[in-house]
């Protein structure tokens, strides 16, 4: 398993997010391209509407993308999502996990980030990693996962 090396981030809220000050069992950092666009919209209300179940098994969720805090603050409140977003414009933690692809859009060739999701351990190890999802029913699937460890 992959130890993650330490990273801190701006977060929604006007806070900070440091890998190292996460307490708890588990954490669950879901990379997605872009705020209110219809897959990362449909992701993110996913595991908003799971995030009872989540904390149930001591897993903290956070969602990352490369937009700004303004940005997230702005779709973390149009979609009553409870936990925080974090802002990763230098890409920071894209880097660290590896998300940042070649892409094709409108028949275009962009740089941008693959939708993952990462389960980390207390330790700072990767449990588990999804990859290249699919937003619909991705948060369940996590969800099952996280429940197969207890």
Avoid at 52 to 58: I, N, S
Avoid at 116 to 125: G, M, N, P, V
């Amino acid at each position: 398993m992959q130890t993650i090396p330490d990273f801190e981030l701006p977060s929604t809220g006007g806070g900070n997010f440091r890998l190292s000050a996460q307490s708890g069992k588990y954490l669950l950092l879901y990379f997605y391209p872009k705020d209110n666009t219809s897959g990362c919209t449909t992701e993110s209300q996913q595991f908003r509407d799971l995030s009872e179940e989540f904390a149930k098994l001591d897993c903290a969720v956070f969602g990352i993308s490369r937009d700004s805090i303004k940005s997230h603050d702005n779709f973390k409140a149009k979609f009553a999502l409870p936990f925080d977003l974090l802002s990763d414009a230098e890409e920071t933690a894209c880097q660290i996990f590896g998300v940042i692809k070649q892409k094709t859009m409108y028949g275009k060739t962009v740089r941008g980030i693959e939708r993952s999701t990462f389960l980390i351990d207390a330790q700072r190890k990767v449990l588990k990693e999804w990859r290249g999802v699919k937003a619909d029913g991705h948060a369940e699937a996590v969800l099952n996962f996280l429940k197969s460890l207890s």
